[in-house]
């Protein structure tokens, strides 16, 4: 049988792997993808994959080479990363977006990791310690993966099912991210402290904390607004044509 090479290229990890056990493929920081072929543009149009809003992470899972991976232990912000290096590789580093009725061109190549924080360097454990400033607790919490948001998504869809008034996207997200309070590690605890005992003002220290120590890629980009002259920073709108800018669903 005739072999054909295929090109692949080293993506480096904003965790640079230092959060991931010693045994995992990812703690190297870096990992392999190959180009997107012909295989990896049927998957995008799989209307399965985007009705049930799992089209991009079909993806990401055929481009990964490296073996031995997990895909739902890859942190977030790691994922983030690979994303944006997939869409480099295929398809260029220019993205054209709509904002406000202006379009702007967004070169994804100068989209950077962010430095990692000091409390990440010479670890091995996804576990920080924050003691929340208005009631004095301890908590230890952990980096959310992959996994981890497919659980949360499909708790916060269970209690919508079963009350369908209910919002508890912020509480439910809490829940996973905390590993102990005060010691204490028992997920019954935990979630009694997030639902009777976490005050909203610890609760959103919580979360910049959380935000500040996560490795990630600055998905922000800055634009000019012409109606203004002013300068303006807001969120890369990602969705599927930023892997087939000329995909229409």
Not at 26 to 43: F, N, P, Q, R, S
Not at 104 to 124: A, F, G, M, Y
Not at 169 to 184: C, E, F, Y
């Amino acid at each position: 049988m005739a072999e054909f090479k295929l090109p692949t290229e080293t993506v480096e990890l904003p965790s640079k792997g230092l959060l991931y056990p010693e045994d995992s493929p990812l703690a190297k920081g870096e990992l392999e993808m190959k180009y997107m072929t012909a295989k990896e543009e049927d998957i995008l149009t799989n209307t399965n994959y985007i009705r049930q809003g799992v089209v991009i992470d079909k993806l990401l899972k055929s481009l990964i080479v490296t073996e031995g991976i997990d895909y739902s232990q890859i942190l977030t912000g790691d994922k983030n990363a690979i994303m944006l290096a997939a869409r480099i590789l295929s398809y260029g580093k220019d993205y054209k977006v709509t904002v406000r009725g202006q379009q702007v061109d967004v070169d994804l190549s100068t989209l950077d990791s962010k430095p990692l924080h000091e409390s990440i360097q010479e670890r091995r454990s996804n576990e920080f310690e924050f003691t929340l400033p208005n009631s004095g607790n301890l908590i230890t919490f952990r980096l959310l993966t992959h996994g981890d948001e497919v659980s949360i998504e499909k708790e916060i869809a269970g209690n919508k099912k079963l009350n369908k008034e209910a919002t508890t996207d912020v509480t439910t997200r809490l829940k996973h991210m905390i590993v102990s309070v005060n010691g204490q590690r028992e997920q019954k605890d935990i979630r009694n402290f997030v639902d009777n005992y976490l005050l909203a003002k610890d609760a959103r220290a919580l979360r910049e904390e959380y935000t500040k120590v996560s490795p990630d890629v600055n998905l922000k980009f800055s634009y000019t607004d012409i109606t203004t002259g002013g300068e303006e920073e807001i969120d890369l709108p990602i969705g599927l044509d930023f892997f087939w800018p000329d995909l229409n669903p």
